[in-house]
Each structure stands twice: as structure tokens, then as C-alpha cells.
């Protein structure tokens, strides 16, 4: 477990490296698609909520929320992934979502920086995105 640092430009660097970011959000795709049918379907948006804490940020998910307000809040979060309204998310809306996501907390962010407990096996983007800022930094050393 460590400190990350990121702040805006961490995170806007990360989402525009389209090669990066495309890899990166397609393994979580993968991961997320607990029955490799290719599709994510409600139940398992759900549990990728639970497991990233930067939607929680996001959506201003609390642990006091009642059981019944977070699944109405989880309904419409992946009605907002779900462009077509089919009923599952696949790889390109969950792909434009993300980045919409991601530039929302860009944004949020600004140019002060946070500082964010992470555990090594943080698979998270804001995880990936300062691991990437920190691989340019040594690279340019
Ligand atoms: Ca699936
Ligand atoms: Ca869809």
C-alpha cells in the first residue's frame, strides 16, 4: 500500500493517451464481464460500482445511503452507460462513458492535486493514470 499523488492534468493525460486508455478500460471491460459474453449486464455494472471507488467520488455515493437509494442511484448510473437503452453495456459505451467520467473528474480536480491511498494491486484508473504520470517522470530523467 502507498500515496499516490494526482491532480486534473494526471488524470486528462491518462484519458487522452487513446492507446493507453483504450487498453487499460478494455481490460477492465474483461474483468467486469464475469461471463464473457462480451456484454455487461446490470448485475455485473453493479459490482464493478462496488469495486471503483472513483465512480463512488463521482456519483457522490456515501456508505451512510440506504441499500434502496444506492441500487436506484446504480440504476441510473447504468442507464447513463447504456446509450442504445438494450438492456447491457458493451465495450464502446462503456468506453465513452469512462471517458466522459474521467474528464468529469479532470475537471473536479483542477490543478490541485490529491493525495490517494492505494493498494498495490489498485486497479483503479486513477491508479493506472498516476502510474503512468510516473513513468513519464523517470522516463525523463
Ligand atoms: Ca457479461
Ligand atoms: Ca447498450
Known amino acids: 500500500m502507498g500515496v499516490v499523488i494526482i491532480d486534473g492534468s494526471t488524470v486528462r493525460d491518462f484519458v487522452n493517451d487513446e492507446v493507453q ?5 478494455d481490460a477492465q471491460f474483461d474483468s467486469l464481464d464475469a461471463n464473457s459474453d462480451g456484454v455487461l449486464s446490470r448485475c455485473e455494472m453493479r459490482k464493478a460500482f462496488d469495486s471503483m471507488r472513483l465512480l463512488e467520488a463521482h456519483f457522490g455515493v456515501d456508505t451512510t445511503m440506504r441499500p434502496e437509494e444506492l441500487s436506484r442511484l446504480y440504476d441510473s448510473v ?3 452507460f447504456d446509450e442504445d437503452q438494450n438492456g447491457t453495456v458493451d465495450p464502446e459505451e462503456f468506453r465513452s462513458e469512462m471517458k466522459k467520467i474521467m474528464l468529469a473528474i479532470a475537471d473536479g480536480l483542477g490543478s490541485s492535486p490529491i493525495q490517494m491511498a492505494v493498494e498495490d494491486d489498485d486497479q483503479s484508473f486513477l491508479k493506472k493514470a498516476a502510474d503512468l504520470e510516473a513513468a513519464k517522470i ?3 530523467s
Open 78 to 80: 447504468f442507464l447513463t
Open 21 to 25: 486508455f483504450k487498453t487499460s478500460v
Open 138 to 140: 523517470s522516463e525523463r
